[in-house]
């Protein structure tokens, strides 16, 4: 599967749920999409999607997303004990593997030699790996139906990114100041 069929299907899964987003092509790509207040790409962040997806599920009411990469994932891999230990309930981390850190001209990345599932079940993590568009949108179904958590899902996908996708040069500030309010809005209407 490419990270562009991957991601629409996470992008319909938590349509106006909570969604942290990892740096470079991830972000890019779902960009590309459409941009929701909900969805914050944390841009020039790598290593920190999950950190901040646990931050927002342990103050949120509902479920949270998380869309990271193997190379992020990896580059804060401490976050993972951290999510055994004291994760969220309702917190969902979709990690797209592709073995290689895809901004940086494809260097590959240590998930080319490393089972990212089995690390994350050995650390006593409910985990999910997938490998096509199908699989993916049941298991998101079924992590987000199911009341619970912290949930993983590793999905392998195809190194490559999708071609004329532009830059996405908007400011980090102001996308975090639409995120909380966005969240902020959603808490008002649910609160009677």
């Given at each position: ?78 976050i993972l004990p951290t999510l055994a ?108």
């Amino acid at each position: 599967m490419r990270r562009l069929e991957a991601l629409i299907v996470a992008r319909t899964a938590f349509e106006e749920l909570p969604l942290v987003i990892t740096c470079g092509a991830t972000a890019r790509e779902l960009a590309s999409l459409g941009l929701r207040p909900t969805h914050l790409p944390l841009l020039d962040s790598m290593g920190l999607t999950t950190a901040v997806g646990l931050g927002v599920a342990l103050a949120h009411p509902g479920p949270v997303g998380v869309i990271d990469g193997d190379g992020s994932l990896l580059m804060g891999f401490s976050i993972l004990p951290t999510l055994a230990a004291h994760g969220a309930p309702g917190l969902v981390v979709l990690v797209l593997d592709n073995g290689q850190h895809a901004s940086a001209a494809g260097i590959p990345s240590q998930a080319a030699d490393v089972d990212l599932a089995a690390a994350a079940r050995g650390l006593g993590l409910a985990v999910e790996a997938v490998d096509h568009a199908g699989a993916l949108q049941d298991v998101l179904g079924d992590a987000l139906a199911v009341a619970g958590g912290p949930r993983l899902v590793v999905a392998r996908i195809e190194p490559g990114e999708a071609e004329d996708v532009p830059f996405l040069l908007e400011d980090p500030a102001v996308l975090g100041a639409r995120f909380a309010a966005a969240l902020q809005d959603a808490r008002e209407e649910t609160t009677p």
